[in-house]
Structure formats: structure tokens, C-alpha cells
């Protein structure tokens, strides 16, 4: 948003809805107003520097941050009441307030339904430069000037005063007494638009029964006066923003001696714009790791031109089917690699439980040579009668293997004796 050139374009149904703003909110719903583009389908979010705003709106508190956000917030918990011809919309300003912390940034956007009344108005709509009306210090003077700037062709426009009150967004027992709302009111309004727009009024009061009932405002054209407008901070689409940041990244991505190129620049900013960040990404890969101008000889038969390798590959996005590949093969090595990894993971716990076995027959074998010869021998029975009965049959026999077996199974009483100690 270009502070000088501007432009608020508001539906005609907007500015007679009915609301009340700070001239603080007021002033963000202009410049928030004055962003949205005329080629817009739907609204983007608008980023804003706290700092520059707290510029605009002269804060002088030393947490101008808590000021901001108390505007705000302020803001997105106001509502207005907009009248149709079938309905009538009560709605809030914000859909949505982000802030950045340590980046001092706010992301805003307007509330959906308002698209109707600032995006894509053909007809019933009055617009005006946001330098003009960014001036202005009362909120009924900006609402005054709308009001009469739909009419200004006209020359005249005549309100019921309880209707005028109504779209002023005031409550029934605020200036109850005419001489308060004409003073507060009408005349700072006259006083400010004269001095400071390109528009300027004088008024008549129609008296109905014993009060005044209607104004009507006779409205003037005037040059505006040469009054330098304030500066306004730079309100910038968060989407561009965005793809300003994706297009940093991108850059990087591209072999060294390419990143500074004007006409590859141009060609990944048409694919940006037409697909995604993932999209044109997948395909510098592709390029960079098929190209022989980045690697030669890898691809034979083929030129060395980098840019109309990558021009083809996004065109046909080559990218897709060369990282599903490259996916498949990583996920087949790091399936590899998992079973290899189980594979001696088991292997070392086998060897360990082998090492853990023969440290503990070496001390069974020890424990048995320290036996006195009547435990070794109360051993020996325990051992036989440890025996299965086929077992036992063999060791009575004296069978061939009879005593290896009887000094197995003491072996293993002795083993198990160790292990509980």
C-alpha cells in the first residue's frame, strides 16, 4: 500500500451500516481497506510493523506494543449491524489477529462476509484517497465524510436525525440534547473536512414538531488543501510475503553460479505462482542432480544447458516420479538398514548370553573341585534323583555316557546354585 496513492473502496451499504470505532480503529479498517487489491477474489492476510502503526497513531507509551494490541483486539470485538435488502448482517471487522512475537509483526484479516462490501464492487460503491481522510481526529468526522462523499455529485443529502445517530453507531442516551450532537459532532466534522479533504459541507435543521428531526447537508467539492499527509506504514499482503520467502529459499536451492540468473529467477516464479513451493523444489533437485551442466556426463546424449533442463523438468514436473523413486529407495535403505540393525542387535545379545553362560559354567566347575567329599557326594544323589526315569534306567546300568551325564546334571545344579547367590 503506497501511502499517497491508496484508495479506499467501500460498497455504498457498508458505509450507511451502523457501528462505532475509536478513530484509532477506524484508521486501521481505512488502511486495511486501502490494501486490498482490485484483481483480489478473496481476503488475504495483511501484515503490519507495530512500530509503524504506533508512528501513525503518535503513541507515546513506552509499551506501544500492549497499545497496539489493545486497538487491536478492541477492534475485533466490535461488531456492525450492515442492513439489506433481505437481511440484515451483524458482523465483526477481523476474522483473525496473529502476532509475531520478537518480530514486533501483525497479521490481520478482514472477516469473510465482508467480502460482498470491499472486493470486487462494480456498482453502488464510493471510493476516495485514504491520504485525504488519514487526517481526520474524530471517528464521526471519517464517518461524516463517507456518508457525504457517496452524495458529492448530488450536492445535498438529507438525514431523519435518529437515523443519522443510528448509523453513528450511537446509544440512545448519548447527546440526547440536539445542541450537544450538533456541537460534538456536526460542527468538528464541518471544521475538520474543510480543512483537511476534498470535501466540504454547510448543513440546514428542519425542525419536526417542536425539535429539529432532519439535517440536510449541502456538500461542496473543493481542492483538497496541500496539508502533507501523514506516513503511513507499509501494509503488506502476508501471501506475498510468503512467496517472496519461498523464492529466497528456492534460489538457494540452485547450483551456485545460477542463483543470480534473471531468466531462471522468472521461470521459477511462474511455477511458483501456478503450483507450490514442493512442486518447483522436487524439480531443481531433479535438475541439479540430472543436469550435465551441474554434473557432467551424468546424463549422456544430452546438452549442458541448466536452465532448459529445469524448464523441462518443471513444465512435465520430472521432479515427481525421480523423488518418489528417491523415496522408495530410501525407504528401501532404511528398511535395510533396520534389519541390519536388528540382525546384530540379536547377534550381540546371543554372544553375550553365550559369554554370560560359559562365565558361569567356569564358576560351577570351580565351586564343584570346592566341595568337601560328602557334599559333593549329597550332590551327586540330588543329581540322580533329578533324573528322568529313562535316564536313571541308563545310569544304573552303568551304561556307556552314564557318569558324562550324571556330571551334566551336577553341573547344572551347581550352575543354578550360583545364580541365585
Known amino acids: 500500500m503506497k501511502?499517497?496513492?491508496?484508495?479506499?473502496?467501500?460498497?455504498?451499504?457498508?458505509?450507511?451500516a451502523s457501528y462505532k470505532l475509536s478513530i484509532n480503529e477506524q484508521r486501521?479498517?481505512?488502511?486495511l481497506a486501502a490494501s486490498v487489491k482490485v484483481a483480489d477474489t478473496n481476503f488475504q492476510s495483511y501484515r503490519i510493523s507495530v512500530k509503524d502503526f504506533a508512528r501513525l497513531l503518535n503513541l507515546k507509551n513506552k509499551n506501544i506494543y500492549k497499545e497496539v494490541e489493545k486497538i487491536v483486539v478492541g477492534l475485533r470485538e466490535k461488531t456492525l449491524k450492515i442492513t439489506q435488502s433481505n437481511s440484515v448482517l451483524h458482523i465483526g471487522w477481523l476474522s483473525s489477529i496473529e502476532y509475531f512475537t520478537g518480530e514486533g509483526i501483525l497479521?490481520?484479516?478482514f472477516d469473510p462476509k465482508l467480502k460482498p462490501f470491499l472486493l470486487d464492487l462494480n456498482e453502488r460503491f464510493t471510493s476516495y484517497k485514504l491520504k485525504l481522510i488519514i487526517q481526520l481526529r474524530s471517528s464521526f468526522s471519517v464517518r461524516i465524510y463517507e456518508l457525504?462523499?457517496?452524495?458529492?455529485?448530488?450536492?445535498?443529502?438529507?438525514?431523519?436525525?435518529?437515523?443519522?445517530?443510528?448509523?453513528?453507531?450511537?446509544?440512545?442516551?448519548?447527546?440526547?440534547?440536539?445542541a450537544n450532537?450538533?456541537?460534538?459532532?456536526?460542527?468538528?466534522?464541518?471544521?475538520?473536512?474543510?480543512a483537511k479533504t476534498d470535501i466540504a459541507f454547510d448543513f440546514e435543521e428542519i425542525k419536526i414538531g417542536r425539535g429539529i428531526g432532519k439535517i440536510k447537508f449541502i456538500i461542496r467539492t473543493q481542492n483538497a488543501p496541500e496539508v502533507k499527509p501523514p506516513a503511513l506504514p507499509e501494509i503488506v499482503d502476508a501471501k506475498e510475503i510468503k512467496f517472496s520467502e519461498a523464492?529466497?529459499?528456492?534460489?538457494?536451492?540452485?547450483?551456485?553460479?545460477?542463483?543470480?540468473?534473471?531468466?531462471?529467477?522468472?521461470?521459477l516464479m511462474e511455477y511458483l505462482r501456478k503450483h507450490d513451493f514442493d512442486y518447483v523444489a522436487r524439480n531443481i533437485e531433479y535438475a541439479n542432480d540430472g543436469s550435465n551442466a551441474v554434473n557432467p556426463g551424468v546424463s549422456l546424449g544430452k546438452g549442458s544447458n541448466y536452465?532448459?533442463?529445469?524448464?523441462?523438468?518443471?513444465?512435465?514436473?520430472?521432479?515427481?516420479?525421480y523423488q518418489d523413486d528417491k523415496n522408495i529407495q530410501k525407504l528401501t535403505e532404511e528398511e535395510a538398514k533396520r534389519k541390519a540393525e536388528e540382525e546384530a542387535k540379536e547377534r550381540r545379545k546371543k554372544n553375550e548370553q553365550e559369554r554370560h553362560e560359559r562365565e558361569i559354567a567356569a564358576r560351577a566347575e570351580v565351586y564343584l573341585k570346592n566341595l568337601s567329599p560328602e557334599a559333593l557326594e549329597t550332590l551327586k544323589l540330588e543329581a540322580i534323583s533329578q533324573l528322568e526315569p529313562k535316564l536313571r534306567e541308563l545310569y544304573d546300568k552303568k551304561s556307556l555316557g552314564s557318569e558324562?551325564?550324571?556330571?551334566?546334571?551336577?553341573?547344572?545344579?551347581?550352575?543354578?546354585?550360583?545364580?541365585?547367590?
Open 181 to 194: 450532537f450538533k456541537r460534538k459532532v456536526i460542527l468538528v466534522a464541518q471544521k475538520e473536512l474543510t
Open 307 to 321: 536452465r532448459n533442463y529445469l524448464a523441462k523438468a518443471l513444465k512435465s514436473d520430472f521432479g515427481l516420479p
Open 404 to 421: 558324562m551325564m550324571l556330571r551334566k546334571a551336577m553341573e547344572e545344579i551347581a550352575m543354578h546354585r550360583i545364580k541365585i547367590d
Open 3 to 16: 501511502g499517497n496513492y491508496a484508495v479506499v473502496k467501500k460498497a455504498n451499504s457498508l458505509i450507511e
Open 247 to 267: 523464492m529466497r529459499i528456492l534460489i538457494t536451492l540452485l547450483p551456485a553460479k545460477y542463483q543470480e540468473m534473471a531468466s531462471i529467477k522468472k521461470i
Open 107 to 109: 497479521d490481520l484479516c
Open 28 to 31: 486501521l479498517v481505512l488502511m
Open 148 to 178: 457525504l462523499k457517496q452524495y458529492e455529485r448530488l450536492g445535498t443529502r438529507i438525514f431523519d436525525l435518529d437515523k443519522l445517530k443510528m448509523i453513528l453507531g450511537l446509544e440512545d442516551d448519548q447527546y440526547k440534547l440536539y
